[in-house]
């Protein structure tokens, strides 16, 4: 299947820090992107749609100004976790959508993100 | 999105098939049924699709009942690896659609 990237797979950040989360798809060109959250034990959720070249769509309850999403090129995502905090600690997931039928979307590996 | 609903979870021998079932009695008719896989700390990993014709591939099958209200993921072969939380998602595939994640069935697969 197709493959989408993540980087980094863990990080570990200190209170009050930002940290950027990369998602790449590394061998198609993706107009929608996702990025989801996963807390120990839970299902994803999903926090925002990722378009290319426009504004992110937030989910209710999900602080655009806290999770900054940009989505500059085809290939690539970034999800920026501003002013993070121990209870933003989680699994951060983002996936692709591939064109074609059914318009399959991809995963990428995850993002651990401890906030200490 | 049409709403799906699974058992919580499963087991079956290594070796056998692993039969999931999904229920899905309000999707319509433009929706397809997306199956996925998530092994611990792991993305989740595409497993198959269909809209209403029963789809194979090299790791599963998807059979999909004639009025679309639900299908069953076969695993012809499971083995230890295939120990996961399988998700069973009803989703439109426009540009626009979104993958909405229950709670998914925990398939335990034994020696």
């Known amino acids: 299947g197709a493959v989408v990237s993540q980087h980094p797979s863990r990080v570990i950040c200190k209170s009050g820090t930002s940290v950027k989360i990369e998602c790449r798809s590394l061998?198609?060109?993706?107009?929608?992107m996702f990025w989801y959250r996963q807390f120990p034990k839970q299902s994803l959720m999903l926090m925002a749609t990722?378009?290319?070249?426009?504004?992110?769509?937030?989910e209710q309850g999900v602080e655009k100004d806290k999770f900054l999403i940009n989505h500059a090129s085809l290939t690539l995502s970034t999800l920026t976790v501003t002013s993070a905090h121990p209870e933003d600690s989680s699994f951060y997931i983002c996936?692709?959508?591939?064109?074609?039928?059914?318009?399959?979307?991809?995963f990428g590996e995850g993002s651990w993100l401890t906030v200490v | 999105d049409a709403k799906t609903t699974q058992p919580t979870s499963m087991d079956c021998a290594e070796g056998r098939a692993a039969n999931l079932p999904c229920n899905h009695s309000?999707?319509?008719?433009?929706?397809?049924v997306y199956w996925y896989r998530q092994i611990h700390s792991q993305g989740p990993q595409y497993i198959i699709h269909?809209?209403?014709n029963n789809e194979t591939n090299e790791m599963a099958s998807l059979i999909i009942t004639e009025d679309r209200k639900s299908s069953t993921l076969i695993l012809p072969h499971a083995t230890l690896r295939d120990t996961a939380v399988y998700y069973c998602?009803?989703?439109?595939?426009?540009?626009?659609?979104?993958?909405?994640f229950g709670k998914g069935i925990t398939l335990s697969v034994r020696p």
């Open positions: 996936s692709a959508r591939m064109g074609g039928q059914g318009n399959t979307i991809y």
């Open positions: 061998d198609f060109q993706a107009t929608t």
């Open positions: 990722s378009n290319e070249g426009s504004k992110a769509t937030y």
């Open positions: 309000t999707i319509s008719g433009n929706e397809y």
């Open positions: 269909g809209l209403k």
């Open positions: 998602i009803v989703s439109h595939s426009g540009a626009n659609s979104k993958l909405t």
